[in-house]
C-alpha cells in the first residue's frame, strides 16, 4: 500500500497537449522535470535511462475514460539488446510494446494506469494496459509495475524470457497473459487482483491473475502471488491447442472468485501451491497426466467466501475436483485438503454418458491429508484407483465415498513414509508409440529396480510383471497405463500407442507437391482464392508409411479452405458404395473460438461432378473427441463414401473419382496448420458380428 501510495503521491500534474514522439537511435538520459511523449526505439544496443521521467498520453483536463486512451508510450519493432529503466508511462492505450526482438532489459518501470475497462462484459478486448512482448525472446523483466490497467502484462509469441519481482496487480482483465509463449520463467511476481466483476456477479467473466492460452508449454512459475482474482491461475483451452508441461511451485492463488487454478490442459504439474479460500481450490478437466504433489486446497466453498457453481450434490464444492473433462494418468500425492464444503479430493467421469465417453481412470492417491471436509475422497464413473497412506480425520459424510460407476478400486497398505521423497522424477516407458495391425508391441519401466509394476491396456484386465505384449488387430488409438512401486511410492505412467494398417497412400506419402488450396464459400460453393498453403514432408515421425504431411496455411482467408490432391485430377478411382475415406489427421487452430464445424469432404468425378460429405446434424467432429488425446495427437476420420452413421451426402457418388477436398472451417482467420497422414480410399471393415 505504501508502494502505490507513493506512485500516486508522485503523479505529475498535466495540463498540456500530448508530446510530440521522441526516437531514439542513441543512448539517452530522460529529464526528470520533463514530461515527455511517446518514445519509439530505432536503434538496437541503445540504453534508455528515464530517471524517473514521465510519458504521459493524455492530459488531466482531457476528461477521457480509461477505456478512452489512445496510443503507445513506448514502441519498439524489430530492435534487440535494449537496455530499458527508470521510466514512468500512463494514459496511454499501451505502456510498452515490444515487437520482435531480443536481448531486451526492461528494469523499474511504471507502466501503470494506462488503458483499463473494468465495465467490459465478456470476450477478448485487446491486447493493451501495461506491457505487451510480441515475438520477444530471451529478455528480462526485472522491478516493474503496471497496476490499474487490463492486461499487466502480456507474452505473445514469445519465448525463453525471465520475469522477476515485477508488480503487475489490480487489472481489469489479467494481470499476466501467455499466448503462445514457451519456456518462460515467471519468479516472485505480484499477479494479484486480476478481476473483473460486478456487484453480485458470480463468474468474474473470464478475468484471472494469470492466463495461459494457446500452446504456451514448459513455463515454470515459482512463488508468484496470484491471489484474489477471479481465477488464480487459468490454463485455458477454447481452441483445443493445449498448454502443456507447464510446472507450478510455490504459488498463492488463494481468495479466487472462481478456482485457485483452473486448467483444461494435459502434463502440467502442480507442487507446494496454496488455492485456499475460493470457490474451488483446483479445478481440473481434461487434465490428464497431472501431477499434484504436496499442494493446499483447503476452505474452499464456504458459505462465508467464494462459493460460485456448486457441481457436487447438496451444493457441493470441492478443494481438488476433476470433473467435465478427462482425468487419466493422474497423481495426487502429499497434497492437504482441509475444511472444503464438499470433497477434499473429487474424481468425476462423464456425467451425462454415465462413464461411457469417459471414466477418472488410472488414478493414484497417496499420502495426501483429508480432514474436516464432507467427504475426503469422492467419486463417480472412475475406474483403477489405487489409494495408499492417505490421512483421514473428522469428514462429515465420509472419508471416501464412492457412488455410480467406480471400479478397480485397490486400496494399499500403508508404507512406511519416513524415507519417502517429496517428488521424484515421473517414471519413462519405453517401447513402441507406432505399431502395425497384426504385429506385436512390447513395453517396459525404464528403471528395472522397481518393486512392482501394474499394467493395463485401455479397459482390459490388469497385469503384473517389468514388461507387457499386446497385438491389436484394428487400426486405432490405445492407452497403456503402469503403476510402479518404487521406495514406499507409487508413479503412474502410461504410453499412448497408435495403431496403423498398411494402405496405398495419397498424397500423404511424397514431398506434397501436386497438391492445392482453394477457399470454398460455405452458401453457394464457389470457389475463390484467397488463401495460401505450404505442403511440405512433416517434421515429425510419420504414423503411416515413411512420412507425414504438414500443410501451413497463412495467409488463411478465414473462408472453408480445401485441400485438394491430386491438382491435375489423375486419380481414376471407381466409385463404389462399399468404400471409405480414411486419414489420420492433426490440426492446430489458433483463433480463439476454434473450429465452425467439419471437416468436409468433396469428391470430385472425372464427368465433373461434385459429392459432398459433412457431418451429419451440423456437429462439429473438429471439437468433438473420441478420446482426449486428439487434442494434441492423431484422430482417424473414416468417412463412408455413401453417406450414414455421422455423415450426411449431398450429390450422386460418382462413378469414378479423379480428386479428393479435405475442408476446413474456422470462426477466425489466423494461420491454421494441419497434418495428415495415412489418406486412402479403401473397402469399408467388414461390421463385427
Avoid at 20 to 43: Q, S
Avoid at 272 to 296: C, M, P, V
Wanted: aromatic share 8%; charged share 20%.
Amino acid at each position: 500500500m505504501l508502494r502505490l501510495l507513493a506512485c500516486l503521491v508522485l503523479l505529475p500534474t498535466v495540463v498540456s497537449a500530448q508530446q510530440a514522439a521522441l526516437e531514439i537511435t542513441a543512448d539517452i538520459r530522460l529529464d526528470p522535470a520533463r514530461i515527455y511523449g511517446a518514445l519509439i526505439i530505432r536503434k538496437s544496443g541503445v540504453t534508455i535511462d528515464g530517471q524517473g521521467a514521465w510519458l504521459v498520453g493524455a492530459a488531466q483536463d482531457s476528461g477521457l475514460a480509461a477505456k478512452d486512451y489512445k496510443g503507445t508510450a513506448i514502441l519498439a519493432e524489430g530492435v534487440s539488446n535494449v537496455t530499458l529503466r527508470n521510466i514512468n508511462a500512463r494514459c496511454w492505450e499501451a505502456g510498452l510494446v515490444v515487437r520482435h526482438g531480443s536481448g531486451w532489459l526492461i528494469e523499474n518501470c511504471n507502466f501503470s494506469d494506462n488503458f483499463h475497462d473494468p465495465d467490459f462484459g465478456w470476450g477478448e478486448n485487446g491486447r493493451r494496459g501495461g506491457i505487451l512482448l510480441d515475438h520477444v525472446t530471451r529478455s528480462t523483466l526485472l522491478r516493474n509495475q503496471a497496476n490499474r490497467v487490463w492486461d499487466g502484462c502480456v507474452l505473445l509469441d514469445s519465448d525463453d524470457n525471465l520475469l522477476v519481482d515485477n508488480d503487475f496487480s489490480h487489472c481489469s482483465n489479467t494481470c499476466l497473459k501467455l499466448w503462445t509463449a514457451s519456456r518462460n520463467s515467471i519468479r516472485n511476481n505480484v499477479l494479484s487482483h486480476g478481476i473483473r466483476i460486478a456487484p453480485n456477479e458470480v463468474h468474474a467473466r473470464d478475468s484471472t491473475s494469470v492466463l495461459i492460452e494457446s500452446g504456451s508449454c514448459f513455463n515454470s512459475f515459482l512463488h508468484n502471488n496470484c491471489t484474489h482474482g477471479g481465477d488464480g491461475i487459468f490454463v485455458r483451452v477454447l481452441n483445443g491447442w493445449c498448454s502443456t508441461d507447464n510446472y507450478f511451485e510455490g504459488n498463492d492463488c488463494s481468495y479466487a472468485n472462481n478456482n485457485g487454478v483452473e486448467c483444461w490442459a494435459p502434463r502440467n504439474t502442480f507442487v507446494a501451491n496454496k488455492a485456499n479460500h475460493s470457490s474451488y481450490g483446483f479445478w481440473l478437466g481434461g487434465s490428464d497426466q497431472t501431477r499434484l504433489i504436496g499442494n493446499e486446497a483447503s476452505f474452499n466453498g464456504l458459505a462465508a467466501g467464494h462459493h460460485n457453481s456448486p457441481h457436487l450434490p447438496d451444493a457441493g464444492h470441492a478443494g481438488i475436483v476433476f470433473m467435465f473433462g478427462s482425468s487419466s494418468h493422474t497423481l495426487a500425492s502429499g497434497n492437504r485438503c482441509v475444511g472444503n464444503n464438499g470433497a477434499g479430493i473429487a474424481l468425476i467421469g462423464d456425467q451425462g454418458s454415465r462413464g461411457q465417453k469417459w471414466k477418472a481412470w488410472h488414478w493414484v492417491l497417496q499420502h495426501n491429508q483429508l480432514a474436516e471436509n464432507r467427504w475426503g475422497i469422492y467419486g463417480q464413473y472412475a475406474d483403477w484407483i489405487v489409494l495408499a497412506g492417505n490421512r483421514f480425520s473428522h469428514n462429515s459424510a465420509a472419508d471416501v465415498q464412492w457412488v455410480e460407476g467406480v471400479t478397480g478400486v485397490t486400496e494399499l497398505p500403508d508404507p512406511t513414509t519416513d524415507a519417502v521423497p517429496a517428488h521424484r522424477s515421473p517414471v519413462q516407458v519405453i517401447g513402441p508409440e507406432v505399431l502395425s495391425v497384426g504385429h506385436d508391441g512390447t513395453w517396459a519401466v525404464a528403471d528395472s529396480q522397481s518393486a512392482a509394476v501394474t499394467w493395463q491396456i485401455d479397459d482390459q484386465a490388469l497385469q503384473t510383471g517389468p514388461q507387457i505384449t499386446q497385438r491389436f488387430d484394428q487400426p486405432g488409438f490405445h492407452r497403456i497405463g503402469v503403476n510402479v512401486m518404487q521406495a514406499g511410492r507409487i508413479e503412474p505412467a502410461c504410453r499412448n500407442v497408435y495403431v496403423v494398417q498398411e494402405v496405398q497412400e495419397l498424397g500423404t506419402e511424397h514431398s506434397g507437391a501436386g497438391w492445392e488450396i482453394t477457399d470454398l464459400h460455405e452458401r453457394t460453393r464457389s470457389e475463390q482464392q484467397q488463401s495460401r498453403a505450404r505442403f511440405r514432408v512433416a517434421d515429425e515421425p510419420a504414423l503411416a508409411g515413411r512420412q507425414a504431411l504438414q500443410v501451413n496455411i497463412d495467409p488463411y482467408a478465414g473462408f472453408r479452405v480445401a485441400l485438394t490432391w491430386p491438382q491435375d485430377r489423375s486419380l481414376k478411382i471407381p466409385g463404389q458404395p462399399g468404400q471409405q475415406l480414411s486419414v489420420w489427421l492433426r490440426a492446430t487452430n489458433a483463433d480463439v473460438t476454434g473450429w465452425q464445424g467439419g471437416p468436409f469432404l468433396v469428391l470430385h468425378g472425372t464427368d465433373s461432378s461434385r459429392c459432398y460429405l459433412e457431418p451429419a446434424q451440423g456437429r462439429d467432429l473438429m471439437r468433438e473427441l473420441s478420446y482426449s488425446e486428439e487434442r494434441e495427437g492423431w484422430r482417424r476420420l473414416q468417412v463412408p463414401l455413401a453417406g450414414g452413421g455421422d455423415w450426411v451426402r449431398d450429390g450422386a457418388l460418382p462413378s469414378e473419382i479423379c480428386a479428393v477436398s479435405l475442408c476446413f472451417d474456422s470462426w477466425g482467420a489466423p494461420p491454421l496448420q494441419l497434418w495428415l497422414d495415412g489418406l486412402a480410399i479403401t473397402s469399408a471393415p467388414t461390421p463385427a458380428p
